[in-house]
């Protein structure tokens, strides 16, 4: 069984509880590290002058006191990891979060409809790393 090291569960402890439940359900099937919880302004501005955002501060699910999103990355592998690391991580976050009444979107399948990312004309940004609670835009005045 895996367990997330005192980096991620430092950038976990930025995420709401829902996201919690989860990332702790999906560690014990698949190894893999907690990235990004909370974004500050100055973090936000560099994902968005690098290309990983499109969200400016204040517009991302990251923005927020507690974090409506997390970025993850497969162990091991990290960043390099292939697409199909990512898709398997995702998924046990995508249905367990189900299996919790907690939908959540992957950055890449960001409508929820199956169809990934190059073979969906939807898909404008692909986020591997990205995970965030669908409904945080009606949540965020909570």
Same mark, same amino acid.
């Given at each position: 069984?895996? %367990? +997330?090291?005192?980096?991620?569960?430092?950038?976990?402890?930025?995420?709401? =509880?829902p996201?919690?439940?989860? &990332?702790? /359900?999906?560690?014990?099937?698949?190894?893999?590290?907690?990235?990004?919880?909370?974004?500050?302004?100055?973090?936000?501005?560099?994902?968005?002058?690098?290309?990983?955002s499109?969200?400016?501060?204040?517009?991302?699910?990251?923005?927020?006191?507690? %974090? +409506?999103?997390?970025?993850?990355?497969?162990?091991?592998?990290?960043?390099? =990891?292939?697409?199909?690391?990512? &898709?398997? /991580?995702?998924?046990?976050?995508?249905?367990?979060?189900?299996?919790?009444?907690?939908?959540?979107?992957?950055?890449h399948?960001?409508?929820?409809?199956?169809?990934?990312?190059?073979?969906?004309?939807?898909?404008?940004?692909?986020?591997?790393?990205?995970?965030?609670?669908?409904?945080?835009?009606?949540?965020?005045?909570?």
């Open positions: 069984m895996y %367990s +997330f090291g005192p980096g991620s569960m430092a950038n976990l402890k930025e995420c709401r =509880a996201l919690q439940v989860v &990332a702790k /359900i999906v560690i014990k099937i698949a190894d893999h590290s907690i990235v990004c919880g909370r974004r500050d302004e100055a973090a936000q501005q560099k994902a968005y002058d690098d290309g990983l499109k969200a400016k501060y204040g517009q991302s699910p990251h923005n927020y006191t507690k %974090s +409506f999103a997390l970025d993850f990355v497969p162990w091991p592998g990290q960043y390099g =990891a292939g697409k199909d690391q990512f &898709a398997y /991580i995702a998924g046990l976050y995508i249905g367990i979060g189900e299996a919790h009444g907690i939908p959540l979107t992957w950055g399948d960001w409508d929820r409809d199956g169809v990934l990312g190059k073979y969906d004309p939807d898909e404008t940004l692909l986020d591997l790393p990205h995970i965030e609670m669908t409904n945080w835009k009606e949540l965020k005045n909570d």
